[in-house]
């Protein structure tokens, strides 16, 4: 017949102790202080039953989190709030947890995060806009080891995969709206217009090309921000502050104007704000249009015209498409790995809503 295992009940009754006791003392728990007595008396116990410790079993390495990581360059504008709410939610569906790296624009804290990736080895790596210039190399490099997704610029050609999104084509569409309604002198409120934020640039560009072949391209304001604006730590406010101060500065010098664009809808805010601080009715004596559709723009006492891009939708697909670039390195083909590029394009949609309108001439021709 099969002897019966001693267990530590055993030996605690044996002993006069507690089974907690046991437990501890034969595990060696050196965070509880016992007597001398009592550990000796323990194991004197439990040699005499002849007591034999389980074998521990061997933890596995603990199964690795399924990480991905998201560069973003500014968590003060509700568009990049959006597109991570987007990857969350497509990420939280298929079990993976997200690491955000926030390098608010800043070169080094941008290196310092990609430099982490080694160490780090997350399963797919998203930015939610281009990688600065000086780190594309280091970005493509990544990717041949870590599936990398860009939320992009069309314009700038990575060899990644990629959401793009063609910032002239939004210009232009917002630039038609306006010559629509009749708009001539206008004007178009961004952020600083450097190398490195070329999709603000090309923003800009297509607006100025849709007046352009209108022969009008001489009738556009472009009022941006000083470069140094780029080099602070953004704020909650920045970008509206951009809008309400360069604003006022357009009001004073160029009271012609009867719209006025902003970049994103967060300096459409603060040209909102700066129009009705001057006592400027809108749309009445100023059309404001913004970029982005926000949560914000489609508040009823805001109710701002701007662009519809599908931020949300464009954050699930670069969860996706990493999804996929995963799911391919798991599957062999004829024991050749598979090697693709994605690459998707939402059209975008005008939205009007309460701040663009006929200008005031027009206005007064039409009565």
Known sequence: ?????????????????????VSMVLNKKYNVSFSKETVEKVERVAKELGYVPQKRKHRKESKKEKLLVVFCSNLTNPYYVMLLQGIESRAKEQGFGLFVCNTQRDLHMEERYLKMMWELKPLGIIYTCNPSHCFMELVEELSRSIPVAIINNQNERLNVDAVELDNSKLGRMMAEHLLELGHRKVAYVAPPLTTRQKQRSKRVEGFLNGFAEKGLKDQVIIKAAREEIDL???????????????????????????????LNDMIAFGIL??????????????????????????????????????????GRDACDIIMKKIA??????????????YHVEYEPKLIVRGTTSY????????R
């Open 359 to 366: 200008p005031r001439e027009i206005k007064r021709r039409r």
């Open 328 to 341: 391919s390195h798991n599957t062999k083909y004829s024991d050749i790995e598979p090697i693709s590029t």
């Open 1 to 21: 017949m099969r002897k019966r295992k001693v267990t530590s009940m055993d030996i605690a009754k044996a002993a006069g102790v507690s089974q907690s006791t």
């Open 273 to 314: 704000d700066a129009l009705h601080e001057a006592k400027l009715k809108v749309p009445g004596d100023m059309s404001v249009m913004g970029c982005d559709n926000t949560l914000f723009a489609r508040m009823h006492k805001v109710d701002l015209t701007t662009i519809e891009h599908f931020v949300i939708f464009k």
């Open 232 to 262: 602070d730590v953004a704020h909650i406010d920045s970008e509206y502050k951009i809008g309400y101060e360069l604003t006022r500065e357009l009001l004073k010098e160029s009271p012609e104007v009867t719209a006025i664009v902003g």
